[in-house]
C-alpha cells in the first residue's frame, strides 16, 4: 500500500502552456522578408492563421498527447489495482471469518477454528507480556529516580485486564478498518487523478475547438514540410523532421537546415575578413617601423626582435587569409547547395501565385482595376521636381523614368485655383523620359533615360508613382527623454549640477544606437494604438478578412537592413511596427482601401502596389500583395501595414516563405547574381545547373559556348535547373550539332522558361510541334538571322497566351502563317521579315489583336495579301500599329 500511494502521488494534470501578449516571436538575425516570418500561414483559401495561434496549438496538441499517454498508462494500471483491491477484500473477508471461528472456539462449538484461536492468542499473549514487562521496568526506572531526589514515589500502573479474546476483536477490527480505509484513499487518488487529467483535456480540447473555428480546413493543405524552429517536444522534434525527410520526393532537408547553414557560412566570413585587414595593417605598420629603424640605426637587438614579430605577422596573415579564402569556397558551395534545394520550389510557388491571382481576377471582373485606380489617388498625389526618379507603366511593364518638366496647368486646374469647387487640380501633368536600351548589332549598347530611341511620356500625376522613401521623426516624448539623458549625462559631468532640463539639445544621430533604442520606443508605444486601429478596421470589414498585429521586427535584422539598405540610417526603417489584413476576395482588399482612407487616426504615406499585373514580382519569388507606409497620428511613428490575399498567402504559408527567407539570405534574387551576361564557364554552368543564375545571356564568339556546349546541355537538364530566360546571339554555335539538342532540355523546364532568342548562328534545324506544347509561358520568342533553320511556324503557337513578341526575322521558315497565331491573346509584336513564307495572310491571324503595335511580313516572296484582308487588319490592330506589308498585294 505504501508503494502504491507513493506512486498515485506523481500522477498530477499538466500544467497549460502560458500565454504571451505577442506570441511566437522569434528574433532571429537571418531572418525573412523584410522580415516577414510574423505573417499568419493559411493552409487554405478563405481561413485565417497567425504562426503565434498555430505554435500554441501545436504546443497544446503535444501537451495533450502526453496526457493521453498518462490516462492510457493509468488506464492500464487500473485492473492490477482493482485486483489489488479484490485481494484486500479477500483478506477482510479471511480476517472476518477468523473472528468468528475464535468466537465460535471460544464457546466450544469448533475444534479447528478452537486451535486456530488458541495460536492466535497465544500470540497476542506474548506480545502483551513484552509491553507489560516494558511498562514495569520503565516503572523501576522512575521510581528510582524519584527517591533519589526525595519525590514521593508514584503508584505502580495497574494491570491490564483484558481477555485474549477481546484483544483479537480489536486487533481484527482494527486491521478490518485500515485496509478499508487505504481501499477508499486508493479509489480516491484514482478519482481525482482522472478528473484533473480530464479537466486538463477538456480545457485543452476547449481551446483547441476555439481557435479552430477561426482557421481553414488543412486536410487538402499540399504542405508536408515539418519546421524545425516550431516549438516541438524535445523528444520529437528531430524525429518528426526526419520522418517527413525520408517519405519526401523533392524536399532534400527541412529549409530550416539550409537556413541555419547558409547563415553560419556568412557569419564566418566577417569575422575572418576582419582579422586578415588588421594583421594587413600591422605588417604595413611594422614594415614602416623597419624602415624607419634602419635610417636611424636602432640597435640590432630592436631590430632583430621586430624582425621577428614582422614573420610572426606574416604567417598569422596568411593563416588567415588561406582560411578566409577556405570560408568563400564554403559559401560558395553553400549557396549553389541553397539554390539546388529551393529553386524548384521557388519556381513552382511563383506559378501558384500567378494563376492564384488569374482566379481572383477572373472570378472577378474590372475590380482589380478599381483597386489600382484607388490606390493611385491615394498614393499618387503631391508636386514633382525636375530630374526626380519615378516609376510609369510602359508597354504593359513597370519602368524607371525621370522628371523633365511639369506641363502647363490645364483649364481644370485654373479653375480650380479660382476657387471653382467643382473643378479638380489633380490634374497637373508631367513629362517624363522612360529607362529604356539600345541593343542592335552593329551599333553601339546604349541604356538609360537619354538613349537615342528616347522614350517621353505626357502624363496626369495619377499616372506617375513617386515611391519616395520616407524618414521617421522621433516623437514628443522620445525626445524629452533624449534631453533629460543629455542634462543626466551633462550633470554627471559636472559634478551633480545638473543642466536646464529645457535647453536645446539635439535629436540623437540617426546612425547611432541610441536613434535606434528611441525608434523602438515609438514603435512599441505606436502598438498600443494599433490596437484601436484593428478594431476600427474590424468595425468596417466581415468575418471573412482577418486583422493581426505583428510583433516589433527583430533588432537584429533591423540592424542589418538598416545597413545593408540605409548605410546605417535608422531612420529609414518604417516597418519595426506592423500588421496585416488578410482579404478573401479582391472586392475587400477594396474595402480594406478605403477603411484605411477613412480612418482619421492614421495618415497614407506610400503604397506599394505589388498587385498590379504590372509589377516584377521576381524580386519576391512570385508572391503578390499591397504594402502601405501609415503615419499613427497620436505618435507620429511611421507603421506598415500589409494587405494580402488568402490564396497567395495560403502558397507562402505552405512552406514558400522558408524558400524566399533563404534565397534572400543568399541574395538569390539580386540581379548580379541571379543574370549572368558574358562567357561560359565551369562556374556560370554550375550556377545554371544549381538553379542559382536563372537569366543567361551570351553575345559573341567569345561566349566559348563550343568549348561548354555539352556542359551547357547538362546544366540546362539538370532537375534544379530553373533558368527563365536564355539567350544565345552571335555565338560560336559548334559544328554538327542541331537545334534540337538545345530544344529537348527547354522543353523539360517546360512553363519556366519565359524568354528565349537564337539568333545568329549556323544552327540547323526546325521547331518541333511540342515546343510551344511544352514552353507554355514564353513571353518573348526570338528565332532570328539563322539561314538554316527551315520548316513551318509550329500550330502549336496558338497555345502559347502570354506571348508578347515573336522575332522571327532573317530565318527559312516557310509554309503558311497558322491561323492559331489570333488565338496568341497578348500578342503585340510579330515579325517574320525575310523568310520564305507562302500563301494568303490570313485575317484571323491578326484582326483580333487590339493591341498589336508591330507587324512584319514583307520580303516573303511567296506570301501575298488582299486589300480585304489588310483593311480587316487595319481596322483590328492598334490604331497606330507600324505594318509592313508583303510586297505582293492582291486585290479582293
Known sequence: MRFLGSNLKTVTPAAEPSRTRYAGHQDAGCQTSDDDSWLPGIAGAGGDFAPNLQRQIRQQEEVIASQREAIEELRKAVPALEQLVGEQEA??????????????????????????????????????????????????????????????????????SSTPSRTLHEAT????????????????????????????????????????????????????????????????????????????????????????????????????????????????????????????????????????????????????????????????????????????????????YDQGLHELTTAEPKMLEAVNELIEKLANTGELTAGEVVEVIHDNRIKSAKVLRALPADANATAAANGDANANAATQRYEVSVWNEFAELGHDYECGFDTRLRVELKLIREQIYANRKHSQVLSAHANSAWVRRQAAAG???????????????????????????????????????????????????????YIVIAPLKGLSRAVIKALEKYKGDYSRLTDLARMTVGCSSIKWVLGTLRAIASLQSVEIILIKNRLMEQFAASATGGYRDLLLNLRCAATGHIFELQVTLMPLLAVKSSGGHASYSLARQLKLFEPEVARHEGALS???????????????????????????????????????????????????????????????????????????????????????????????????CGFYQLPNLNGPIPRSIGKMQDLHTVWFTGSSFCGELPVELGQCSSLERFWVIGNKMSGAVPAEAFAPHRAMTELGLSKNDELYVTTEVKQAIEKGVHPKANLMWPDRIVES
Open 173 to 352: 477490527w482494527h486491521a478490518t478498518e485500515h485496509i478499508f480505509a487505504s481501499k477508499d484513499k486508493l479509489k480516491k487518488r484514482i478519482t481525482h487523478s482522472l478528473a484533473g487529467l480530464k479537466d486538463a483535456l477538456d480545457r485543452h480540447d476547449e481551446r483547441i475547438n476555439k481557435a479552430s473555428t477561426r482557421l481553414p480546413d488543412t486536410s487538402t493543405s499540399g504542405s508536408s514540410s515539418t519546421t524545425l524552429n516550431q516549438p516541438q517536444s524535445r523528444s520529437t522534434t528531430y524525429r518528426a523532421a526526419v520522418s517527413t525527410w525520408e517519405e519526401a520526393e523533392e524536399l532534400t532537408l527541412p529549409k530550416e537546415m539550409w537556413l541555419h547553414n547558409a547563415g553560419g557560412a556568412i557569419a564566418q566570413i566577417g569575422p575572418l575578413a576582419v582579422a586578415a585587414r588588421n594583421l594587413k595593417e600591422q605588417c604595413t605598420e611594422m614594415e614602416q617601423t623597419l624602415k624607419t629603424g634602419n635610417a636611424f640605426h636602432v640597435d640590432k637587438y630592436i631590430m632583430t626582435r621586430l624582425g621577428h614579430h614582422l614573420k610572426e605577422l606574416h604567417k598569422q596573415r596568411q593563416s588567415v587569409e588561406a582560411r578566409l579564402e577556405a570560408a568563400f569556397v564554403h559559401y560558395n558551395d553553400v549557396t549553389h547547395l541553397s539554390a539546388s534545394a529551393v529553386a524548384p520550389r521557388m519556381t513552382r510557388d511563383a506559378r501558384r
Open 682 to 780: 565551369e562556374r556560370v554552368l554550375r550556377g545554371v545547373a544549381s538553379g542559382l543564375i536563372r537569366a543567361l545571356v551570351c553575345r559573341s564568339p567569345a561566349a566559348a559556348l563550343t568549348t561548354h556546349f555539352d556542359g551547357l546541355i547538362k546544366a540546362l537538364s539538370s532537375p534544379s535547373c530553373a533558368v527563365t530566360e536564355l539567350s544565345l546571339e552571335g555565338c560560336d554555335w559548334p559544328d554538327g550539332r542541331g537545334l534540337h539538342e538545345l530544344l529537348a532540355p527547354l522543353m523539360r523546364l517546360g512553363d519556366l522558361l519565359t524568354k528565349l532568342n537564337v539568333a545568329a548562328m549556323n544552327v540547323e534545324g526546325s521547331l518541333p510541334e511540342e515546343f510551344f506544347e511544352k514552353c507554355t509561358r514564353l513571353y518573348h
Open 91 to 160: 483478506l477482510i473477508e479471511s480476517l472476518q471469518k477468523r473472528l468468528y471461528a475464535s468466537s465460535a472456539s471460544a464457546n466450544g462449538r469448533d475444534v479447528e477454528a478452537a486451535f486456530e484461536f488458541e495460536r492466535q492468542r497465544r500470540s497476542w499473549q506474548g506480545a502483551k507480556q513484552q509491553a507489560i514487562d516494558r511498562a514495569r521496568k520503565a516503572e523501576t526506572v522512575k521510581r528510582r529516580r524519584h527517591l533519589s531526589v526525595g519525590l514521593p514515589a508514584k503508584a505502580a500502573p495497574q494491570k491490564a
Open 491 to 545: 550633470a554627471a559631468q559636472t559634478g551633480g549640477v545638473q543642466a536646464d532640463g529645457n535647453a536645446a539639445a539635439p535629436t540623437p544621430d540617426c546612425t547611432s544606437l541610441e536613434y535606434l533604442m528611441l525608434l523602438y520606443y515609438d514603435a512599441e508605444r505606436t502598438l498600443d494604438f494599433l490596437e484601436s486601429i484593428k478594431t476600427q478596421l474590424e468595425e468596417r470589414l466581415n468575418d471573412q478578412n
